[in-house]
Every structure is written in structure tokens, then in C-alpha cells.
């Protein structure tokens, strides 16, 4: 039912600003431990929960072919991390709530990995 670890770290990578001080490796290092910890997280949901949570991302991962013609991990950086930017946080409610867990989730895994 959860999304794949490779997914979900395209989709943390997306949603997660890049930092100055950090190095490549640092960074890396953290978006797998993000992805592991919020595919954790997402397991622990009741199953009611995560049908509906599979259903939302495979609504979405349907928009992003059809608008793009390729998955999006096939996407160049700057347009993924726009095209996430704008589901995330645009003007559709349910896409906002779509991706909520995954970026409270992620952003606390990520800083706590990072540090």
C-alpha cells in the first residue's frame, strides 16, 4: 500500500530546499534515512489510511504522465521540485492534504538525519 523507498525519497527530494552547508553525501544520506523513516511512518497508519494514501499518489503519479509524458523521477530537478512545490502547496485542497504527512514527516526525519 506505502510507496516505494525510491519514490518516496524523489518525492523528499523535492519537497526539501537544498542547504549551503551541506555536502552532496550529507544530503544523500539524509533523503534515504527520510525515506526510510517516513515509509515507517506511513506503514504505521491504519490500513484505512493507507489505501487512501496509495490512492492519492496514484492519482497523482497518473496527473504527473499525463501533464509530463514520463514519471517523476524521469523530471530534471527544477521541474520536479516545482511540480511538487505546486501540489503541495497550490490551490487544491486535497493535493495540500495529500502531502502533508509526507513533508511533517520528512522534514523531521531530514534535519534530524542531517545534524
Known sequence: MVPSHRFLRVVIEGLIPDHPSE???QRARALDCSATFVRGQLEAMPLVLQ???AGGMTV???ITWARWWRGLAALGAARRRAWLHACAYGRVPLARQ???PVRSLAALAYFECIG
Request: cysteine-free; overall charge neutral.
Open 60 to 62: 497523482f503519479t497518473v
Open 98 to 100: 495529500l502531502f502533508r
Open 23 to 25: 555536502t552532496p553525501e
Open 51 to 53: 489505501i487512501l494514501f
